[in-house]
């Protein structure tokens, strides 16, 4: 199979190339050690989370990050916001190198890189109104807004579709649905150039998911704000991000735009969980149902060669001693990467697939409503 050799996670989409990368991140990698031993504790081994992902994000663009629980996702979302020290790679912001940067070096780009989490019950402070949640950003950035930082947070509140007078109260007095938008406030208030939002809707009841969803994408077009947006749901995914990354045991395994991701997957791990997602669309030609057996393996001691190649109905012996490079193969558009030695045939009807695939209805409705308009 010729391959072309190109290691780096581009996007070409129309939406995605329109500058430098805002965030270059290169080889990241994160171990967390695991201490054991008598009397005297030492290093034993070490949780191998994340491993050499590569992948860059353009300004205005959303990103999606994709894998079942486990596989890394968060951990890697947060060494992108370095709430998270990498145990390797780079992450370059603007140019910057900032993999390792002290809180003094970060402070400028603090307020650029925002994250909002998946709970929006344990991420707000109880004790805190809302006014001082939201307004907790500008004070410890020291950022005092034209007409004042309660005039802020009443704009603010507003935006993501709350009221103003809400100020004073408490995040109990909200319900979870509002307890996210008081996150996404949060995450606003210092005008981010990127969001990091960790799998902001799985907490939150289905009805409410679309609603959360609309709101981020209305501000990530509107505002221009770049989102790495982390979810195991595909669906949530694919109305959200133009580019789609798949994560599996910590490393990526395939990387497209999303209508090429959708259409024409070519990594065995992104068609099985394609085909988990349930067809509603009575339209959609139907693919081919594909069920992974067995649990997924241990980051501790993960496999050898291809990471996924314990579950893979593909594998041969190839995968178990070689570990295929994350590159652009034969058939595949620029910017479509997978890393994987027998790859599935690219779709030969690329329009096969073109409807979305939406597990949850409220969504479905949505993408009906933004197609018409
Ligand atoms: N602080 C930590 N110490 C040790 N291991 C950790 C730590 N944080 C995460 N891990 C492990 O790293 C691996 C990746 O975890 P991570 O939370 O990044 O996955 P995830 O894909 O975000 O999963 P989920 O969707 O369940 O949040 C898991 O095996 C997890 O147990």
């Known amino acids: 199979m010729s391959e072309n050799k190109t290691t780096k996670a581009v996007g070409d989409s129309a939406t995605a190339v329109k500058d430098r990368p805002l965030l270059e991140v ?7 050690p695991i201490y054991g031993g008598f009397p005297f504790k ?3 081994g070490a949780v191998q989370a994340v491993e050499g992902v590569t992948l860059d994000v ?20 947060r060494m992108l916001t370095r709430l998270l020290e990498p145990t390797g790679g780079t992450i370059k ?16 780009i603090r307020s650029e890189i925002q994250m909002i989490f998946q709970d929006p019950y344990a991420s707000l402070n109880p004790r ?6 939201i307004s907790g950003p500008m004070e410890i950035n020291d950022i005092n807004p034209p007409g004042g930082r309660e005039a802020r947070v009443r704009e603010l509140l507003e935006t993501v579709g709350l009221n103003p007078e809400h100020y004073n109260r408490f995040p109990h007095e909200f319900s979870g649905g509002q307890r996210q938008r008081i996150g996404v406030a949060r995450a606003l208030a210092l005008e981010p150039k990127l969001i990091i939002a960790d799998e902001p809707v799985s907490a939150l009841d289905v009805s409410i998911q679309a609603q959360v969803v609309n709101l981020l994408q209305e501000l990530q077009r509107e505002r221009g704000i770049a989102f790495v947006f982390i979810a195991h749901d595909l669906s949530i995914v694919r109305h959200f991000s133009q580019r789609v990354a798949v994560m599996y045991l910590g490393k990526l395994v395939e990387i497209a735009d999303r209508d090429t991701l959708y259409s024409g997957p070519r990594h065995p791990y992104t068609h099985a969980l394609l085909s988990a997602v349930p067809e509603t669309d009575i339209d959609v030609q139907k693919r081919e149902r594909i069920r992974l057996v067995g649990d997924v393996p241990s980051p501790i001691m993960p496999p050898s060669g291809c990471r996924f ?15 295929p490079p994350l590159v652009q193969l034969s058939g595949n558009k620029a910017g479509h990467l997978t890393a994987c030695h027998f790859p599935e045939d690219p779709t030969i009807d690329v329009g096969a697939r073109k409807e ?6 409220a969504l479905r409705s949505l993408e009906k409503d933004a197609k018409k308009s």
Not at 26 to 32: A, C, D, I, V, W
């Open 356 to 361: 979305d695939v939406v597990m949850d209805p």
């Open 58 to 77: 353009f300004p205005g663009e959303s990103l999606g990050l994709v894998g079942e629980s486990g596989c890394g996702k968060s951990t890697t979302g």
């Open 128 to 133: 805190q109104t809302v006014g001082k949640i």
């Open 93 to 108: 912001y603007e140019g910057r190198d900032i993999t390792h940067a002290n809180r003094r070096e970060l402070a400028p």
């Open 309 to 323: 190649r314990t579950r893979c109905w593909k594998a041969q012996d190839k995968c178990a001693t070689e570990e």
């Open 26 to 32: 290169e080889g990241l990698t994160k171990h967390f």
């Open 42 to 44: 030492r290093q034993v």
